[in-house]
C-alpha cells in the first residue's frame, strides 16, 4: 500500500546489496511512496551484489563510495545534489563489517587492525557522512537521517563480537551530531535498532539462525523483517515525525522489554525434563 508519504523528498540510500539487504527493501518502499534517491554501496559491495536491477526497477542511478573515504562521500554527495535537482531530504545510512566475525575471530583474541577496519566502515563512516553532508550544506531543513543499528550496543551478545562496540559507537555519533544538525539546520538524526533479519551481514554472525529463532520466541510480535523496517524508516523519512530526533528506536517486535516468554520458558522446561 503505497501513501505518497515520501513525495517530493530526494536521498541517498546506502547498502543495498541484494534483494534480501534492509537498504534494498527501503529502497523500494520509498519508490512506492514517491521518493526519488541515489543508490550507493561500496565498489566491492556493487561487485557482489545485483544493486543494478534494484536501480532499474526504482529509475534510480547508482554511485559507488567506500563509505570510510572522505573523498567519494564528497563526490557522492555532490552528483547526487546535481542528479536529484536539489538538496537532499533523507539519508539511509544501512553499512555495517567486521573483519573479525568475518574471519571468526573471537572477542577475546581481535586483530586491532580488523577492529579499527570494522569500526571506520560500520561507525566512523556515519560521522563522515554526516560531517560531508553538513559541511556542503546540503540537507534540506526538516530533513532526516537514518543508521541501522543493534541491541548488543546496549547488552551482551557474545558472538556479535566486536559489532557490538561499533554499535555503540554509531549510535552515540547519531545523538551528538543530531544534536548540531537539529540546531543548525532543523535535521534529525535517529537509529533504528533492529531484530536480527536474515540478510548476508546478519547471517555472517556466528548461531545465527539459533539466535533469530531465539529473538521470535521472546518477542510477543515476533521478529520485525527487513519490509517492516523499511517501512518504519519511511515513517521516519516522512513530515509524520519531525519532532523526532537523537533516539536510538527498538524495532524489534518488543524483544528489547522481555525478560522471558512463554514460548522461552516452555522451551527450557521441555530441555530439562531430558
Ligand atoms: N541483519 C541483521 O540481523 C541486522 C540487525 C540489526 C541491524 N543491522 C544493520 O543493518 C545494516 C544493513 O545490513 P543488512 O543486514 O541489510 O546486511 P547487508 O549485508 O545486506 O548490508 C550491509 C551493507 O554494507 C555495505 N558495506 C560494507 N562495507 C562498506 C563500505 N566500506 N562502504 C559502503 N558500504 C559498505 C555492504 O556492501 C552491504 O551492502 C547494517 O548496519 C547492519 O549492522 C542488521
Not at 21 to 49: D, Q, Y
Not at 117 to 126: C, E, N, P
Not at 174 to 192: C, E, L, M, P, Q
Amino acid at each position: 500500500m503505497s501513501y505518497n508519504l515520501l513525495k517530493g523528498k530526494r536521498g541517498i540510500i546506502f547498502g543495498a546489496l541484494d534483494e534480501n539487504s534492509i537498504a534494498w527493501k527501503t529502497a523500494e518502499r520509498v519508490h512506492e511512496e514517491g521518493g526519488i534517491f541515489v543508490l550507493s554501496n561500496a565498489p566491492i559491495g556493487m561487485r557482489m551484489g545485483n544493486i543494478d536491477q534494484l536501480a532499474a526497477k526504482t529509475g534510480s542511478q547508482i554511485i559507488p563510495a567506500d563509505a570510510t573515504s572522505e573523498e567519494d562521500l564528497q563526490n557522492l554527495i555532490e552528483k547526487s545534489m546535481e542528479i536529484l535537482g536539489g538538496k537532499i531530504d533523507f539519508v539511509l545510512h544501512s553499512i555495517g563489517m567486521s573483519v573479525n566475525v568475518r574471519k571468526g575471530k573471537a572477542y577475546t583474541d581481535q586483530k586491532y587492525d580488523w577492529t579499527q577496519k570494522g569500526t571506520d566502515v560500520s561507525a566512523m563512516s556515519f560521522h563522515k557522512v554526516m560531517q560531508t553532508l553538513y559541511k556542503n550544506e546540503a540537507m534540506n531543513e526538516w530533513g532526516s537521517i537514518v543508521a541501522l543499528t543493534y541491541m548488543a550496543a546496549q547488552r551482551v551478545f557474545p558472538d556479535y563480537n566486536d559489532m557490538a562496540d561499533n554499535k555503540a559507537y554509531l549510535e552515540s555519533v547519531a545523538r551528538s551530531f543530531g544534536y548540531f544538525f537539529g540546531r543548525d539546520h532543523k535535521v534529525r538524526v535517529n537509529t533504528i535498532s533492529q531484530s536480527p533479519t536474515a540478510t548476508t551481514a546478519g547471517q555472517g554472525v556466528k548461531g545465527f539462525d539459533g539466535f533469530i529463532n531465539y529473538a521470535e520466541k521472546m518477542s510477543p510480535l515476533g521478529n520485525a523483517s527487513a519490509l517492516d523496517c523499511a517501512n518504519y524508516t519511511v515513517s521516519l523519512f516522512s513530515d509524520l515525525t519531525r519532532k523526532v530526533t537523537l533516539q536510538n528506536l527498538f524495532h524489534d517486535g518488543g524483544f528489547s522489554n522481555m525478560g522471558v516468554s512463554d514460548a522461552v520458558m516452555e522451551a527450557f522446561e521441555k530441555g530439562q525434563d531430558k
